[in-house]
């Protein structure tokens, strides 16, 4: 036999019968699931409130103008998650603070946006499933004037101030957006993988999406952070947990 197949039809002539994943295929860039973010770039329909729960410092976050939340879908969410709150995690004085270390850098802090599925009214009922929560994790680096003020860091670690101690809570009117607290941040560029809250009882109930792509903040500004105390009266530092095990798990990375 000279050849047992050509080229004649591009190939219209070789069937697989019940063929479901043939290749090639058209790839198109702007048609790749991306992260939809949803009235991120709303302003806030109230004041924001800021409490110490001896662990980290929280931000809630409230409904915007009319009632609805700031969420996220798409990529391979199943379904709607709405922003619940932000918080922090950090170090101190003489420690890095992030806990997701990226090409085995630790970074000086960690902002995480915690998002609860929608299918789920409360959180101690989201808190018992796998598809519970999202959370957005981005990596905070001290430098000396950054190139980008991050208003809205700024602003929230700013009235940490206000929250020293155990249990105290502080209201404060925002002028900024979820959008704006991720200042400089390529919001479809991230690790994402399947894990767990990383405080007690720790949960596996977390689908993370980690930026590579870090925010600059001046030390005037985190450390705010450093002042704070736990229920104990003792320093609230270091408030990162140690690196886990992958195990059996995929860390999937888009790049945008
Ligand atoms: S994290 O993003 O994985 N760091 C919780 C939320 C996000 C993360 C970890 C934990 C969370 O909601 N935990 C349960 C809530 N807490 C209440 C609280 O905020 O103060 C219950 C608790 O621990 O008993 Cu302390
Ligand atoms: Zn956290």
Not at 99 to 105: A, K
Not at 228 to 255: A, F, I, M, S, W
Request: hydrophobic fraction near 35%; glycine fraction near 6%; charged fraction near 20%.
């Amino acid at each position: 036999k000279l050849s047992h197949f050509n080229y004649d039809q591009h190939g219209k002539d070789w069937q697989v019968n019940g063929g479901k994943q043939q290749s090639p295929i058209s790839l198109i860039k702007d048609k790749a699931p991306k992260l939809s973010f949803l009235n991120y770039n709303k302003t806030f329909s109230g004041p924001l409130n800021l409490i110490n729960n001896g662990h980290t410092v929280t931000m809630a976050i409230p409904p915007i103008d009319d009632g609805r939340q700031p969420a996220i879908c798409g990529c391979k969410l199943k379904s709607l998650y709405k922003a619940v709150q932000l918080h922090f995690h950090w170090g101190s004085l003489e420690n890095k603070g992030s806990e997701h270390t990226i090409n085995y850098q630790r970074y000086d802090g960690e902002l995480h946006i915690l998002h609860q599925n929608s299918a789920y009214k409360e959180q101690k009922e989201a808190i018992r499933f796998p598809d519970g929560f999202v959370v957005l994790a981005v990596m905070l680096k001290i430098v000396q004037g950054p190139k980008i003020q991050p208003r809205a860091l700024n602003q929230i670690c700013s009235e940490a101030a206000m929250v020293r101690d155990f249990n105290k809570a502080s209201t404060f009117v925002a002028n900024f957006t979820l959008r704006d607290v991720l200042t400089g941040i390529e919001r479809q560029e991230f690790f994402t993988y399947m894990g767990s809250l990383t405080t007690p009882p720790c949960s596996e109930v977390v689908n993370w999406f980690v930026f590579p792509k870090h925010i600059e903040i001046s030390k005037k500004y985190l450390q705010n952070l450093w002042l704070l105390t736990d229920e104990r009266g003792k320093p609230l530092v270091n408030n990162y947990r140690n690196l886990q095990r992958l195990c059996n798990r995929t860390v999937y990375y888009r790049n945008a």
